[in-house]
């Protein structure tokens, strides 16, 4: 069996990193890693390199413009994007492993195995065009995230994270693949092109109704929408901060590519009006509850965890719009969101905070110690809240003002007044970092640890920063490179 | 041969006593069971459709599903087995340290 050129560049964005992930763990066959330096330094490099170098060869694809495809694997813009997308959080990721696995003194190279994996599948999830691949990659991506929550294996509270995520994700990828079912039964056919004009029929066959909101309940369950989020704060808090801020960056972000692939297939107006109530209903709940929770924490990661639940919000809101405009306005939002917030988790790892000291009171004054971090983090802070001249409220506007134009004025209030509400939560961690004193107990403890350093953690960390600046000063470029060009090429709209 | 509504019920069956399971039970093991149940009542209906249908790509769907559920249960065991070690107990109702 040959291989045409061209198909081998459609897997090669796939194989990279799978390559990576295979070998990584010869490196854990060495008992004594935990005291041998060069072997850490060539794992973590050698997920770097994987990574740089799948990321080089998909953006090079996509200054090309071209969209290979290899049976029912389309690495077309929407794949590509995802490639990018998954590969810079998986890079900002591991970056920051580093630092983290060191302060909790567990460094193994399973982990980075695991994370590369999950990436593969990922990928997979977002150039599926058929149910087989769709579903592989769902379960691809999921299954070595369970083993991530639980990687630092000293505390209990690791795994309880692992097991709820666990027990409640395969719970959805059950109800996931038996909507595919109902779907294949329905239309004999595993293609998502065949199935999104069967859904768009008139009348449609109310055992594929049934089976799009099994499968709908699936994405869902993945971008944590309300009422499918009640893991996501135990599992955020559980998990090691730098998978954590993976986990809510590209877990949401590839679920969304991969349904907008399922809706954009081609679903006319009668079928997707019954999905997009169903969204709006939901994109509401989520809003205001994620909201609403996220006001009442006192740990950072559970507050940033809420925070992510009402990021799915407003991502739901551009679907709900369903316009081009409003979909490109999605892809320029997981663009900001990525950079905010893999820099708003990494500032746990950058200050050094392991285990449950993950609170605010933790970090009150801290920013005068490490004052381009803490500026850093409060760019990421101010970019979620949405305050004008940064990332964040590019996106937002672009989703709110397409939300107007479809006449959802009252959904665009609730998000606007949802946002306003957000700036007091978002705000309280530059206020904990600069503006607070740390009780005396707190600051002798502190002078009793040894000087945190997190060099990469904290490049990381600016290099986040600095991109929030950059894709708020410059929107119009970043929207029209990626943006724009994932919905001209690969969404063939039928209104 | 048996009719396609009659794999149908059956598989409807099976689905809901996973769904049941997952919903009431509070030992981590027998969720995961369910869990079992819940996909082997979408690899029944996979087979049975791919039949109906005489297309192919239902049967190799069910065949990789099985092994997708393996290295689910396996990743989920070892989480299972890990718990005890630390908490001695699987009831879920009682691993209740992240709260909030």
């Given amino acids: 069996m040959s291989m045409s050129a061209g198909e081998l560049s459609a897997i090669l964005p796939l194989l990279i990193p799978a390559l990576g992930a295979c070998l990584l763990p010869l490196a854990a066959l060495d008992k004594d890693q935990e005291t041998v330096k060069w072997v850490r330094g060539a794992m973590f490099f050698m997920a770097l390199f994987c990574l740089a170098g799948g990321f080089f060869y998909v953006t090079r694809l996509w200054a090309t413009g071209a969209q290979p495809s290899y049976g029912a694997l389309h690495m077309d813009r929407i794949g590509q994007y995802a490639g990018i997308f998954v590969m810079v959080a998986a890079a900002l990721a591991v970056l920051q492993l580093w630092d983290h696995l060191h302060q909790e003194g567990w460094v193994k190279g399973e982990t980075l195995s695991l994370l590369l994996f999950s990436v593969v599948g990922m990928i997979l999830f977002a150039s599926a065009g058929n149910l087989i691949l769709l579903f592989l990659g769902l379960e691809l991506l999921s299954v070595p995230l369970y083993a991530l929550t639980a990687t630092v294996r000293l505390r209990a509270r690791a795994f309880e994270g692992g097991m709820k995520y666990f027990l409640t994700g395969a719970v959805a990828a059950s109800c996931f693949l038996m909507g595919s079912v109902l779907l294949y039964g329905v239309t004999s056919s595993l293609d998502l092109a065949v199935i999104g004009r069967a859904l768009g029929a008139p009348r449609p066959d109310p055992l594929a109704l049934a089976g799009a909101a099994l499968v709908l309940m699936g994405f869902l369950f993945k971008i944590s929408a309300v009422p499918f989020h009640q893991w996501t704060p135990d599992v955020y808090e559980a998990a090691p901060h730098p998978i954590s801020g993976f986990m809510s960056v590209a877990t949401k972000g590839v679920a969304v590519l991969a349904f907008m692939r399922v809706l954009g297939a081609g679903v006319p107006a009668p079928g997707s009006l019954r999905i997009q109530s169903a969204l709006a209903v939901v994109a509401m709940a989520t809003l205001i509850l994620g909201n609403l929770a996220a006001l009442a924490q006192t740990n950072i990661k559970r507050m940033l965890a809420y925070s992510s639940i009402s990021h799915a919000g407003y991502i739901l809101l551009g679907l709900v719009a369903g316009t081009p405009a409003a979909y490109s306005g999605v892809l320029f939002y997981l663009l900001a969101y990525l950079a905010m917030n893999m820099g708003a988790f990494g500032i746990l790892t950058a200050l050094g905070l392991v285990g449950d000291r993950t609170t605010f009171d933790q970090v009150k004054g801290l920013g005068w110690k490490r004052p381009d971090l803490a500026i850093a983090v409060t760019l990421c802070m101010l970019s979620l809240a949405g305050i004008p001249p940064l990332a964040g409220f590019y996106g937002k506007y672009m989703i709110f003002k397409e939300l107007i134009l479809q006449g959802h004025v009252s959904m665009a209030v609730v998000g606007v007044l949802a946002s306003l509400v957000s700036v007091y939560y978002y705000l309280r961690l530059p206020v904990a970092l600069f503006l607070e004193k740390p009780s005396e107990k707190a600051e002798r403890e502190a002078a009793e640890r040894p000087a945190i350093k997190a060099p990469l953690a904290g490049a990381a960390l600016l290099v986040c920063g600095v991109l929030v600046v950059a894709m708020g000063l410059f929107p119009g470029t970043v929207y029209k490179v990626f943006a724009l060009r994932v919905v001209e090429n690969a969404f063939h709209f039928v209104r | ?100």
């Fill in chain 2, 1 to 100: 041969m048996v009719s396609m509504n009659v794999v149908l019920f059956i598989s409807f069956l099976l689905f809901s006593v996973g769904v049941a399971g997952v919903l009431i039970r509070r030992n981590a093991l027998v969720i995961l069971m369910c869990v079992e149940l819940m996909l082997n009542a979408a690899n029944l209906n996979l087979v049975a459709f791919a039949r109906h249908s005489g297309t192919v790509g239902g049967q190799a769907f069910a065949l990789l599903v099985m092994g997708l559920a393996a290295a689910e249960v396996a990743i989920g065991l070892a989480l299972v087995v890990a718990l005890y070690r630390k908490k001695d107990t699987i009831q879920v109702d009682q691993i209740d340290l992240l709260k909030g």
